[in-house]
């Protein structure tokens, strides 16, 4: 259920925390493991990533489903996370947010009729000097501007 490839990089995020203390990788296994599987988890998944770190099922499921970054369905090629906090808003988020909704044509939590974006507005993603800003999948844009933004979804095939 878990590939190599995955367990390895949850791996290396063990290793970071002292012994015993896997648990603490649970929110970069889960991520690792919706990137594997098209931007989505579901409940085996959820339970695989359990049993990888020794936790119980709820336990994980509790993170799963208690944050923005995992997505239970499946998703676009790019998830677009655009913070509405309070940074991002002063300095015009709800602008730019109207004008990515209008150019993708899509709401908040909708994805694209190509399956190529899926549009999520979030609270604050801890990069507030970069205001305003969004993030594509792993990636941070900062200091959007509506013509940043038009360079940022040409430049995603
Ligand atoms: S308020 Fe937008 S990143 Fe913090």
């Known amino acids: 259920m878990i590939s190599d490839k995955a367990k390895q990089q949850i791996d290396s995020w063990i290793k970071k925390y002292p012994k015993g203390r896997q648990s603490s990788a649970v ?46 369905k499946e998703v676009g090629k790019y998830t677009i996370r655009f ?8 300095n015009g988020a709800d602008d730019l947010i109207e004008y990515l909704q209008d150019k993708l044509k899509i709401q908040n939590n909708q994805t694209t009729q190509d399956n190529k974006f899926h549009f999520k507005k979030v609270e604050c993603l801890g990069a507030c000097i970069g205001a305003p800003m969004l993030q594509i999948n792993d990636k941070y ?12 979804l040409d430049k995603l095939k």
Do not use: R, W
């Not at 913070?83 to 002063?90: D, E, V, Y």
């Open 27 to 72: 929110m970069e296994a889960l991520k690792i493991v919706q990137n594997e599987n098209k931007g989505s988890l579901n409940s085996e998944l959820i339970k695989a990533v359990a049993n990888y770190l020794d936790m119980p099922f709820i336990a994980v499921a509790e993170v799963a489903t208690f944050y923005e970054n995992y997505n239970h």
């Open 83 to 90: 913070c509405h906090n309070i940074s991002c808003m002063l």
């Open 141 to 152: 844009y900062e200091n959007l501007t509506k013509q940043k933004i038009d360079d940022i």
